[in-house]
C-alpha cells in the first residue's frame, strides 16, 4: 500500500507544482480560504476512491449540506435568505472550479448577522412566562420543517422551541421535589410559579453558555464546516480536518500526548481541571485538583499569561508542551479558594482508556480470559511504540501464563483504527495466510496477509460485536469467521463500514505556504472479506446474533448519505482452521437459550419500544396535556426499568502483573474494580462465557481448503 500511496503523492505534487508557485509568486499573501479549496478539490479529483464529477447535483449537495451544519434547526435562516442563497444552488461546483468562495462569503456573512439577533430574540422571549394554557405543539423533526417565511415566524420557531426546554425543565423540578418529598416530607412545597420561574432562569443560563461557546469559535472554524460540505460530497468519511482536529486524531489514535496529564473544561470564562490523568506528571507532582481554576500560565521562568476568558483550545495550547519543559501555573484552589502558583514538568501521558486490557473469571473449574480493545490504535509518529498488535500480543501471552483456557475478545464499540494492526492481530490467532483484501480505484484487489507463522492463541475463541463494531474491528471479525477460528456473537450486524481512510497534510502539496492548512481525511480503498464479500454495508453478520438496545435503530453504514454500495471480489485463496469439532451444535444451543430467555425477550421489546421513541418528534406545549403525554410515556417505560438487571455472581479479577501497578497507582485499580462489577453484570458476556465453555478444540485438524 506504500508504494501505491507514494506514487499518489508525487502524481498529485507533479499537478500542483506549477500552478501553486504562480500562484504564489503573483501574489505574496495568498488568500487561505481559496488555497484550501484549490488543493482539496485536486486532491480529491484525483486520488479519491470515488470518481466524481463537479456538477449541479454536487452543487446541490455542497448548497444543502452547509446551510443545514450551520442551521440544523432552523434558527437563523429565513426563506427570504434562502431565496438569496439559491443563486448559487447550482454554481457552487463552477465557483470551486474558478477557486472562488461567494457562496460561503455570503452565507457565512448572513449567519453571523443572524447570530446577534438570535441573542435578543432569546433574551426578551425568556423575560417573560409563556402561555401554557394555549393549545399547540411543536414538531423537532428539523429535517422535515420548512425554514421560516419571515422574521416574525422565526421568532415564533424560537417561542417554541424555548417553552419546550422550559415544560421539560419544569417537569424535572417536580418530579425532584417528589422525591425529596418522600424522603423527607417536611420538604417546603413550590408552586408552580416557582418551578416555571426556576425552570425559565435555567434554560436562559443555558443558552447564554451556550452562545458564550459558540462566540469563542473563530473563522477557521466555521470554514471547515463549509469544506466539509464539500468533501462530504465524495463519500460520509471523507473530512477535511483542522489543524486542531488533527492534533486530537493523532492523539486519539495514539492513546498519548505531551502535556501535564488533566483534562481541561470550560465553565463561564474560566478554565477549570475536570479530572487528573492517573499517572501523569499533574498527578504525580500531587498539588493540582479537580475543581481547581487556572488562572495563569507561564512557560518556565517567563511572563504568566492571563487566560481567563480565553477560549478552552488556545488555553490547552499554552498548557500542553513537548516532554521535559516546565509549565507553571497559577492556579485558584477548590479547597479554600487561595491562589497558588504550581510547577509541573511535562512527560508523555498515556491516555489508559485508549489501551488494551484484560480480566480473568473462573467458571465451573476452568479459568478464561477476556480481553477489552477499545480501539485498533498506533502511533504513526513512533514505529518503536505501543499498537494494539504489540499488546495484544503480550496481554494474550500474560493470560497464558496463568491457564486461561479460553478467551473473549471484546470489540463492542470499536469504531476501528489501524488496519495494519488489525491485519497483525488477525495473525495472533491463525497460522498464516490472508486477512483481508483492498482495492483502489479501477484495479484488482489486493490480499493483505499474515506472514508469521507463529499462532499466538490456539484455543477457543469467542469475538463480542455490537451495532457499533466498525472498520478494522470488522476485518478482525471477518477473518475470524471466515476461517472458523473463532465465534463471533452480538448484534444481529456489525456498523458496516467496507472503506479505507488515509490522512493527507494539505501543506504537502502546497509546499509554499507558512500556515499548517491541516489535513484531509480521504477514502483511497476499499476493504474485502477472504471470502471476496465485501463489509461495505453489511458489516459482518454474527454467528450467534442477540438483541440489543440498538436492534431496529437505524446507526448503520446503510443509513449514511452518499454511503458507497456493497460489492464484491473474487475470494481469496485460503485454508478453514477447522478448529472445533462441535462449531454447528454450540450455535444452536445458544441461540435456543436466547429465544427461551426471558430477560432477551425483554430486551427485545425494549428495543422496539426506543425505536418507536425515536420516530415520535411531536410534542404537546400545552402544559396539561405535555405532563399528560409525558406520565404515559413513563408509564409504557416502567416495564423496561429492570431490562438490563443481571447478575452472573461470577467474579471477574485482574491479571496478576496488574497488583503490582495498583500498589503505585490506586485510582486504576478503582477503575479495574468498576470495569469487573459491569463485566459480572454483563448478560452478553455472560452468554459468550457460555459459548467459550461449550466449544471443544478439534485436535485431529483437518483444514478446509477455500
Do not use: C
Amino acid at each position: 500500500m506504500k508504494t501505491k500511496l507514494t506514487t499518489i503523492y508525487i502524481l498529485l505534487l507533479t499537478v500542483f507544482a506549477s500552478s501553486f508557485t504562480t500562484n504564489a509568486n503573483t501574489k505574496k499573501d495568498p488568500d487561505k480560504d481559496k488555497v484550501i479549496i484549490y488543493v482539496l478539490k485536486n486532491i480529491l479529483t484525483r486520488g479519491h476512491y470515488v470518481q466524481k464529477e463537479l456538477n449541479d447535483d454536487f452543487s446541490e449537495h455542497v448548497y444543502n449540506s452547509f446551510i443545514d451544519g450551520l442551521d440544523p434547526s432552523k434558527r437563523y435562516f429565513t426563506q427570504d435568505d434562502l431565496k438569496e442563497f439559491s443563486q448559487f444552488k447550482y454554481e457552487i461546483d463552477n465557483q470551486l472550479l474558478d477557486n472562488k468562495i461567494d457562496f460561503y462569503k455570503l452565507v457565512y456573512g448572513r449567519f453571523l448577522e443572524k447570530m446577534k439577533s438570535a441573542k435578543t430574540y432569546y433574551g426578551v422571549l425568556l423575560t417573560q412566562s409563556f402561555d401554557f394554557s394555549k393549545k399547540e405543539s411543536i414538531d423537532i423533526d428539523y429535517d422535515k420543517m420548512p425554514f421560516a417565511k419571515n422574521e416574525n415566524e422565526l421568532v415564533d420557531y424560537w417561542r417554541k422551541q424555548l417553552k419546550l426546554q422550559v415544560l421539560s425543565n419544569i417537569e424535572n423540578l417536580q418530579d425532584l421535589q417528589v422525591e425529596k418529598t418522600k424522603k423527607d416530607p417536611k420538604t417546603v412545597q413550590k408552586t408552580f410559579e416557582d418551578f416555571e420561574h426556576e425552570a425559565r432562569t435555567k434554560v436562559l443560563k443555558n443558552m447564554d453558555d451556550l452562545y458564550l461557546r459558540i462566540e469563542e469559535l473563530e473563522h477557521a472554524d466555521w470554514y471547515s464546516t463549509f469544506l466539509n460540505s464539500v468533501v462530504s460530497g465524495f463519500g460520509p468519511h471523507t473530512t477535511y480536518m483542522s489543524p486542531r482536529s488533527k492534533s486530537r486524531f493523532d492523539q486519539d489514535m495514539s492513546g498519548k500526548l505531551e502535556g501535564i496529564g488533566a483534562r481541561l473544561q470550560k465553565k463561564g470564562i474560566y478554565t477549570h481541571i475536570f479530572e487528573l490523568v492517573s499517572g501523569g506528571p499533574a498527578w504525580k507532582q500531587g498539588e493540582l485538583e479537580a475543581g481547581d481554576i487556572i488562572l495563569k500560565v507561564a512557560q518556565g521562568e517567563e511572563e504568566p499569561l492571563d487566560i481567563v476568558g480565553m477560549r478552552l483550545d488556545d488555553a490547552i495550547k499554552f498548557i500542553k508542551g513537548p516532554k521535559g519543559t516546565e509549565v507553571r501555573l497559577t492556579v485558584k484552589k477548590k479547597i479554600d479558594g487561595s491562589t497558588k502558583v504550581i510547577s509541573i514538568t511535562r512527560d508523555v501521558v498515556e491516555l489508559e482508556e485508549t489501551f488494551v486490557k484484560s480480566s480473568i473469571v473462573e467458571k465451573d473449574g476452568k479459568k478464561y480470559g477476556i480481553i477489552n480493545l477499545p480501539k485498533f490504535y498506533i502511533d504513526f509518529s513512533d514505529t518503536n511504540g505501543r499498537d494494539s498488535a504489540k499488546d495484544m500480543e503480550q496481554e494474550i501471552a500474560r493470560l497464558q501464563s496463568e491457564g486461561v483456557e479460553g478467551l473473549i475478545v471484546d470489540l463492542r464499540n470499536n469504531g476501528g483504527g489501524s488496519l495494519k494492526t488489525a491485519i497483525e492481530i488477525g495473525g495472533l490467532f491463525i497460522n498464516e495466510g490472508p486477512i483481508v483484501q483492498v482495492k483502489y480505484r479501477g484495479e484488482q484487489p489486493i490480499i493483505k496477509k499474515d506472514t508469521d507463522p507463529k499462532i499466538q492463541w490456539n484455543g477457543p475463541l469467542v469475538v463480542m460485536v455490537n451495532e457499533f463494531s466498525a472498520s478494522a474491528s470488522e476485518i478482525f471479525a471477518a477473518a475470524m469467521q471466515d476461517y472458523k477460528r473463532g465465534v463471533i456473537l452480538g448484534g444481529k450486524q456489525t456498523y458496516g463500514k467496507g472503506t479505507v481512510q488515509n490522512i493527507l497534510p494539505i501543506n504537502r502539496f502546497a509546499q509554499n505556504y507558512p500556515d499548517d492548512l491541516g489535513a484531509i481525511k480521504m477514502t483511497i480503498q476499499k476493504f474485502y472479506r477472504i471470502n471476496g464479500g465485501s463489509t461495505q454495508i453489511e458489516g459482518v453478520y454474527s454467528d450467534i446474533a442477540m438483541p440489543d438496545r440498538y436492534s431496529y435503530m437505524e446507526v448503520g453504514e446503510r443509513d449514511l448519505e452518499g454511503a458507497l454500495p456493497w460489492d464484491k471480489v473474487a475470494q481469496a485463496k485460503y485454508t478453514q482452521t477447522n478448529s472445533y469439532e462441535n462449531f454447528n451444535d454450540v450455535l444452536y444451543n445458544s441461540k435456543n437459550r436466547i429465544n427461551s430467555d426471558s430477560k432477551f425477550k425483554m430486551i427485545n421489546e425494549y428495543a422496539k419500544w426506543l425505536k418507536a421513541n425515536q420516530e415520535r418528534t411531536t410534542y404537546s406545549l400545552n402544559y396539561k396535556d405535555f405532563l399528560a403525554e409525558s406520565k404515559k410515556q413513563d408509564k409504557s417505560g416502567d416495564q423496561f426499568k429492570e431490562v438490563f438487571k443481571f447478575d452472573s455472581n461470577l467474579k471477574f479479577l485482574s491479571p496478576k502483573y496488574e497488583f503490582d501497578l495498583f500498589k503505585k497507582d490506586s485510582v486504576l485499580e478503582d477503575k479495574r474494580m468498576a470495569w469487573h462489577k459491569n463485566l459480572s453484570k454483563d448478560i452478553y458476556v455472560n452468554e459468550a462465557l457460555n459459548v467459550l465453555s461449550e466449544l471443544k478444540m478439534n485436535r485431529n485438524l483437518e483444514p478446509v481448503k477455500n
